[in-house]
Structure formats: C-alpha cells, structure tokens
C-alpha cells in the first residue's frame, strides 16, 4: 500500500459571485476561485484524492506555493511511503517544508493528508469516519455567509437566509467599519432567533474591539470571531475579560501548538477548526482533540473548498459533534466543480455521500476543462 504517484490539479473554477472578508477579494467571480486538487495513487491503484483552496487575502500560501511546493518538494519524499504511515507522511513533509517564523504551508499538506486518508479509507472500503470511530451521518448543518457594505445588502441576504430556511449565519465585519454595527442589527431584525457568528478576520485593535463590543453585547450576537491580529493572544485574553461574547480563534490557532497556548493564555472560548489552514484532517482532529479536552467549544468552517473538501470537512465535524452550524459555503459561491455530483444545499443543509472513502466523485473531464498552467 505505497504511494507510487502524486498527480497535482491547479484549476479555476467558475463562480456564482464574488467573495470578500476584511482583507479583500478571496474569490473574484471574472477570474475563478483558485482550487488545486491532488490525486494520491498506491501500488494497488486505488486513488485518494484532496483538495487545497489557497487564498493569498487570507493567508501567505497562493495557488503557485500550493502546486510548485507539492510538485517540487513532496511528490519524491512521498514516493514510495505506505499510505498506513500517515504519522511519517507529515514528518517528512515537516522536514521538506519546515515551519519557522510561518506554519510552513499548511494549505499544501492538508491536500496529500486528505488525499492519503481518502486513500486509506478506500483500501480497507470503510467511509472515512471509521478512521475516527464514528459512524456516517446523512447531512451538515450550515450557517449562511454574509459579506457585506451596508444595511440595504445585509437585509437583501437576510432576507434570502430566512428564505432558504437557514438556521445561522456567519457575518463578515470589518469590510466598511462605520457600517458594522448597522450591518449586524439589521441581520438580528430578520433572524432574531439564528446562530449568530461574526467573523472580523483580524481587522481591529484591541480598543475598537472592545468598543464593537459593547454595541453587539446590545444585538445579541452567539460569538465574536477572529476580532484582533492573529499573533494578540494576549488581547484576545483581554477583550475575552471585558465582554460577555464568546471569543473564537480562527487565524491564531493553526497547530495542536497553538492550541495549548490558546488555553494557557486563556485567550478564547472556542476555536474554529479548518481542515485546510490545519494541515489536513488528521492535525485538525487533533487541535479539535485538544481544545476540546480543554473545555473549549469549537466552531467548523473553510475556505470556500469545493464539494471535496466541504465532503472531507464535514465528516470530520461530525466526528468531532460539532453541533452549531457550520461555515461550508463553497456551494454559495461556486457555480461547478469537479465532482460528479456536486454539493447541493438545502434548506440550509447538505446531503453528504455514502460510499467508502470520503465519497467524493472526480469528473476528470470537469477537472480538465478547468485546469490552469501556474
Ligand atoms: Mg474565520
């Protein structure tokens, strides 16, 4: 059961609308949402496959690192190591790649190491939650993602969240700062009785916070994610004294690491775990393992993966009884992807695939048609 071929898929895919957070545009509806899918094989041919969803808005990783760090620095290492040795698999894509100052390039390992789950999963035809000792559920729960500059589009895409029968929503502030307190009672109007997550990814100072705070104490939101620079524990602990909101961590906690200096400076209450900014799904268990084990509440979200990683991500979440809504909204963006059959919502949910593995499908004609040359 040895990894005999690393194959590396960069594509584009086409999308419905544009995306936003405080940092900018991860995904612009005229260039296509940057995606990179990786296919494992074994000497007995079975295929695992995973998937990368980079955003340079978000973090230092970006299609090229994704493909040119895989390419160049993986594929020999890996070549001919047992997909059984998942342990060894990221030691030597640690040793490649290692982390300093950065994490060193999460976003490509969490591809091989869903890929080589998927593979594992497959060779011994189980579904992928028998890694964990779970058994597959039907659906996910989803929050619906708001991203907006004003009270007009909030309350248009309220609108549609009630509509559509959503039971939460993940807001983006941050985006038009004056506005963000408009934003968010507007929302509360419509959904007063929804999770309430909101997400600042970083944009504030610990006094802006604070401030913010207070305001959204009054609208009664469920949690304040990511307010500070992803380094400020120390004034995540801060803000965590002054409000009675509970604080998420999204950006800070990428490693088990910083998980244990999360709890030790007592910076939140709950953390979000990300397949994809963790290294893939065996070290984003882990750090789920750890907070919660801490006493820590934990969130899922993503980065706008397609239907593979969505699939990968939420059979993880369901084994770590992630049990509030969670931010999987590829499908709210992307208008196709390379699956045979492509991830639907409804009402507010989405069916996930039976079958061994993670049980996702490739359409590799799909898969073609899409592909870019970085
Ligand atoms: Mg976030």
Redesign the pocket.
């Known amino acids: 059961m040895q990894i005999s071929a690393i194959d590396v898929f960069p594509v584009h895919l086409p999308m419905l609308q544009s995306f936003s957070i405080s940092g900018g545009k991860v995904g612009d509806k005229n260039a296509g949402a940057p995606h990179v899918y990786v296919k494992v094989t074994t000497d007995d041919g079975i295929e695992g496959w995973g998937e990368a969803r980079p955003s340079h808005r978000w973090s230092y990783e970006t299609i090229e690192t994704v493909v040119t760090t895989i390419n160049n620095y993986f594929v020999d290492a890996l070549k001919g190591v047992s997909i059984f040795a998942l342990e060894e698999i990221h030691y030597i894509m640690d040793k490649q790649i290692a982390s300093g100052i950065t994490r060193g390039q999460p976003i490509a390992k969490a591809a091989i190491d869903m890929a080589v789950l998927d593979a594992i999963a497959k060779t011994i035809h189980q579904p992928i939650v028998h890694s964990w000792f779970t058994e597959p559920q039907n659906m996910i729960t989803l929050s619906y993602l708001i991203s907006v500059s004003n009270e007009e589009e909030a309350a248009e895409k309220a609108r549609i969240a009630k509509a559509e029968g959503y039971s939460g929503v993940d807001v983006k502030i941050g985006i038009n700062p004056g506005k963000d307190l408009a934003i968010l009672k507007t929302i509360k109007e419509i959904l007063p009785d929804v999770y309430f997550r909101v997400?600042a990814?970083q944009a504030y100072h610990l006094k802006d916070a604070m401030r913010l705070c207070k305001g959204m104490e009054e609208i009664g939101i469920s949690v304040f994610?990511?307010p500070l620079v992803a380094g400020d524990l120390i004034g995540h602990a801060k803000l965590r004294e002054f409000t009675t909101i509970p604080i998420a961590l999204?950006?800070s906690i990428w490693t088990p690491a910083d998980v244990v200096r999360a709890i030790q400076l007592s910076a939140c209450d709950m953390i979000?775990i990300k397949v994809t900014k963790m290294g893939g799904l065996s070290r984003a268990k882990r750090c789920g393992d750890i907070a919660k084990a801490a006493g820590l509440e934990l969130l899922g979200?993503g980065l706008t993966e397609s239907s593979l990683g969505l699939y990968a991500s939420a059979h993880l979440f369901q084994a770590l009884d992630i049990a509030t809504p969670v931010?999987l909204n590829g499908p709210l963006f992307l208008a196709d992807d390379p699956s045979k059959e492509m991830a639907v919502i409804q009402e507010g949910k989405i069916q996930l695939p039976k079958g061994n593995g993670i049980g996702w499908i490739v359409d590799k004609k799909k898969l073609k048609q899409y592909s870019i040359t970085v």
Do not use: A, I, L
């Open positions: 997400d990814n994610e990511q999204d950006e979000v979200g931010d």
